[in-house]
């Protein structure tokens, strides 16, 4: 009985210690954010700077961070995360139509911070940290789509797909053709959709 009460008392402080930790990193994302918000600068973006606006240690950054590439990519969960609950990274092609149109609308929530991370060295710096997961995401969609594909046909596609669902084509539509984010969700959906539709009868 002694060693049953042992094991549910160090599962239960286990399971304290998970949540703790889920809320720094949530703090260090969320100062993050703030940083990019109240600068509309990437290069604010530091592990020092970071940590002064979360109220810790630098090394308490590094620890749930280890890196400048881990703390881009958590500063671009909260971003999401605040243009609207939908907006992630999507995995198949059900949710990125699911959260087209409220990614738009959450890149005029926040454009300054968009802008700059499209158009200073450092906010593409930022973007490219989340290259990998959102080719091997896009890729996958489209083997979804048309699974016969060639590799080099997949990559096409996969790059096209992601080009419509991003903030490069927000951007474009906004400057060059005065459309807010609702407008150019439904111009660049509609592109997706006929793009889609060849894919699946692709043999």
Known sequence: MKKAKTTRTSAYSSKLRDEQAARTREKIEQAAASLIQSTHNPEAITFKAVATRAGVTEMTVYRHFPSREALLQGLWRQL???????????????????????????????????????????GREMRAALNDRRRR??????AEAAPGLKPDERTRAAAVLQLLHS???????????????????????????????HLRTTP
């Open 167 to 197: 903030a490069h084509a927000w951007l474009s539509m906004r400057e060059q053709w005065d459309l807010d984010g609702p407008q150019a969700a439904t111009a660049t959906r509609w592109a997706i959709e006929i793009i889609l539709q």
């Open 137 to 142: 995401a896009f890729r996958a969609m489209v």
């Open 80 to 122: 999401n995360a605040q243009m609207s609950a939908l907006v992630s990274m999507p995995t198949s092609i059900g949710q990125l139509l699911e959260q087209h149109d409220a990614l738009f609308t959450g890149f005029d929530k926040l454009a300054p911070q968009i802008v700059a991370s499209l158009t200073t060295p450092q």
